[in-house]
């Protein structure tokens, strides 16, 4: 299966990917890295305008999250971002500001994939996109659809008081997380889960879905499951009044040990 993979490229969205690239039956034959340009001010003003949205203690651990990978990647010299592992593989990787652009059409009809797979691109695909893959283009979500479509639904179900998280493997349409269901799996959500914490545990079961998802294709789009809407529910980015809600249920955004697991993720794979 000829698979060409569209994400940001950051620590989670690598490690639900790098399985694709050990397996055998599974080609990735290329790799686009999405990257929204940050504007004037480069990422000093990406952080303001996330702190905008959010609050400085939303930014500020989101920043964190992005940080403390990169520097343990140095500390253990291993693959953390997914140009990193491109480059390691000998795959070939293309960063653009958009998929939708005249060169990242061209990019991957010259790579003729059977499946297009995307994992948090930031942004949605033109309807040209989604027929380039002779097979499939199929999207992984953090979230069990079709409730919590959106952004960050691993923050929202905490927010939210819910007991039980997950995440979707569905076909890709031009609206956003609202294909046909492919695989799903759900975890229960403990009492200590921060929203790092739960990220990183959606995060291996989603590299452990997607590899699946991909083996059963093409069958598995003789029966999926299409998406009852009336179940649908859509969060964007939270604000600090969202933040402060979560606080009061006793939930965190992260613990110091949170990071202790991303180091000894990466030691694992180091191993491997």
């Known amino acids: 299966m000829r698979v060409a993979i569209v994400s940001n490229g950051n620590f989670f969205s690598t490690r639900m990917l790098r399985p694709l ?40 651990h989101k920043l964190g999250s992005l940080a403390v990978p990169k520097v343990l ?14 480059r390691a593989r000998a795959t070939k990787h293309v960063a653009l500001a958009t998929v ?23 942004e949605r695909f033109d ?10 283009s199929i999207n992984l979500h953090w979230g069990l659809l079709p409730a919590y479509a959106g952004i960050a639904p691993y923050f929202w179900v905490l927010r939210n008081g819910e007991k039980q998280a997950g995440l979707t493997i569905h076909e890709m349409v031009p609206e956003l997380d609202a294909g046909n269901i492919l695989r799903q799996r759900t975890l229960d959500i403990g009492p200590t889960d921060t929203s790092l914490g739960l990220q990183l545990r959606l995060m291996q079961a989603g590299a452990e879905e997607l590899i ?5 294709l093409p069958g598995s789009l003789q029966n ?8 649908r529910s859509y969060f964007t980015w939270m604000k600090p009044e969202d933040v402060r809600a979560l606080r009061a249920r006793g939930r965190k955004l992260a613990r110091l040990s949170d990071y202790g697991r991303m180091r000894e993720i990466l030691k694992d794979e180091k191993r491997r």
């Open 73 to 86: 990647g140095l500390i253990g010299r291993t693959p953390v971002f997914l140009d990193q592992l491109c």
């Open 21 to 60: 690239f050990f397996d055998p039956r599974i080609e990735v034959v290329g790799v686009v890295s999405v990257r929204v340009p940050p504007g004037r001010g480069g990422p000093v003003a990406t952080l303001r305008s996330l702190a905008g949205r959010t609050g400085y203690r939303y930014a500020w």
């Open 224 to 231: 999926p499951r299409i998406q009852d809407r009336q179940g």
């Open 212 to 216: 699946e998802a991909v083996r059963e």
């Open 100 to 122: 939708n652009s005249a060169a990242g059409l061209a990019t991957l009809r010259a790579w003729q994939p059977d499946v297009l797979i995307s994992v948090s691109s930031p």
């Open 127 to 136: 309807p040209d996109v989604l027929r380039i893959a002779s097979v499939a």
